[in-house]
């Protein structure tokens, strides 16, 4: 194998290269429009013709057939063909940007065409195009994830070629991250843990002074910590992607030479992209299961690609926590002053973005990052207050300690508080993550009321610059919200006290005019009932004395008594209905009463008009059941149509009462909150 420390040199004095290469490019059409079509046969019969065509350069670019076979992504086939024409020395010439054939491929992301051209002449691994850029960095730097791999194992990094040493490293970190390949990162921050460290404090290799008046690029840490979505806190699930996510087990990538116990969860993928089972310590029973589950989750993976889907996102929420935790240990093995200048940035971003796991990280290896601002002067207290992230708060709440008077010191030209910052308007972002208007004001009271609790009891009523207390702050910057909730509750009352008064009056009919009619007194019951609507194949048997004489035909049937109790239930709890939503019209619509009363109100109002809909329709089933014959037959499609309307209003209406019930009763915003008294 030709040795890697003949990397970087160009190409020179290749025969047959010159001459072609001085004909004009107009003769070059047929083979270009041969590579074009994949027709090797007309491409053979050119090369045969014209020798030194199959190194000449053909384009206005100064490609070579064997790049623009790349860049047109020819198949497999047409590409092996023309490989074994070409010498491997001729593989290293290069385009006008300096790139070779297996840049290019790396590049588009094509990792056949890769594996053919290393296979041939591994030392194209080690060529770099006129950015410095070897083909690995072009892997990493379009994103291809499959061609990073491949390329990382197979470029031989030894002690003498020192790769990733330089500043090469750094850059191929950075790409990796900005590409989420965070298991690439992680394998080079482990190697080259001062190509992070010097990435991160903004130097360069070799002594070479920044511009200054180059704006600084964020670090590594903070090129992460403003990538939200990469980690499981800002990762929003329904119910059943949440299901799937905790269930799903992990395959983590592996390098050839690089593996980490922790990272193997569950399976590993080498270098091919064939699963091979790892069972992790244990005897066979246990070990045997977990073989089995993992088979299972492939299968599912292969066969629905939801799965997938979300099996990879934990694969990257996992890589990503592990990354931010080594990125972590590795800065605070230097001295305070650099710790503070890597944590900084990153800290006060994942406060701003909500990003807990790295918060917590952070604060779990360098305490002292909680006392960190940004140019405005805000701590990450004030940015998780200012964005509405409850569990950065939370995490900063219960290890604020000795730093809580630090924290609750007045900020800014203004000299506001962090009640303040409470009492000012939500980003609209933080406020659509709430289902309805009326829980956007109830979810900025119960941000005001938690921040109220934290500050000191002076500073509830201190006042700022402009002389104005937390709680006006809160009225003035709330007002148009509370205007518009307003109009939002009484139109939803008015519309609800609309349909509870008809489905009273229907159950009031109802109750009057019972099913079959009552029993007029004589000897058959039912004949003398003009009312009946359809007599009944086998009547219930009626007393012939006179105390029965009014009373329902259906008395006895366990169809009628259905009816008597759901009809009472829909007539009542409609009446209730009403009740509520008018007093909801004339409440008063104070700002406090949007953090209990009003939502408390509402909760009870479509707690009962739902209760209504759904006896009204069980009693119309039972009417429709008794005055059919109590044909057996009817009662699957009148259940199937029953089901109908209860269904589409729990649709409709349920997430709203359910998302209502849960931040009025069940407040978990601040769930994990503790009181922490020290300060």
Known sequence: MESSTSQSKKISNLDNVQPAAEKDLNFYLPLYRAIRDGDWEKAKRFFDDNPGAINATITDEKDTPLHLAVKRGQKINFLHKLVEEIPPKALELQDDSGSTALHVAAALGNTRAARLLVTKHQLLLYIRNNANYLP??????????????????FTKDDEEANLFGDESGALLMRFAINARFYDVARYLLQRYPQQYMRLSMGQTSKGIEKNPTQEEEPGPLEDIAQDPSAFPSRTRFNI????????????????????????????????????????FKGNCIVSGCKKLRAIIWRVLDSLVPYIKHIHDTKLLHHQAVQLVKHMCNEAVRLDNTNSSLILKGSFLSAAKYGIDEIVQEILSVFPNAITFKDKGGHTALHLAIMYRHENVFNIINQQSGDYKEFLLQPFGDKKNNILHLAGKLAYQDRLDFVSTALLQ????????????????????????????????????????????EEQWMKSMANSCTVVATLIG????????????????GGDNAVGNNNNALVPAPAPAPVANNSTDEGLPIFRNEVAFIVF????????????????MFLAILISRYATIDFLYTLPNRLIIGLLALFLSVTSM??????????????????????????????TLFVFLQFPLLLNMIKATYVPTIFSSHKSNKKG
Request: charged content about 20%.
């Open 136 to 153: 690995v960095h072009l892997a990493a730097l379009h994103g291809k994830r499959e061609t990073t791999f491949y390329l990382l194992v």
């Open 240 to 279: 059943w992607q949440r299901f799937i996510y905790y269930c799903v087990p992990l395959k983590l990538e592996n390098f050839s030479n690089y593996s980490d116990e922790e990272d193997m969860e569950n399976t590993q993928v080498p270098g091919k992209n064939t699963y091979q089972i790892q069972s």
């Open 441 to 484: 004001v109830q979810r900025e009271l119960q941000w005001y009321k938690e921040v109220e609790k934290f500050v000191l009891p002076r500073q509830r009523e201190a006042k700022n610059k402009d002389e104005k207390t937390p709680l006006m702050v809160f009225i003035e910057e709330h007002s148009k919200m509370i205007t518009h």
């Open 505 to 520: 009056a229907v159950a009031f009919a109802a109750a009057i005019t019972v099913p079959g009619g009552n029993n007029s």
């Open 564 to 579: 008597n109790v759901s009809n009472a239930l829909a007539l009542f709890s409609s009446l209730s209905t009403v009740v």
């Open 617 to 646: 329709i069980i009693s119309f089933s039972a009417t429709l059941y008794l005055v059919s014959g109590q044909k057996e037959l009817i009662l699957v499609p009148l259940a199937v149509l029953t089901c109908l309307p209860v």
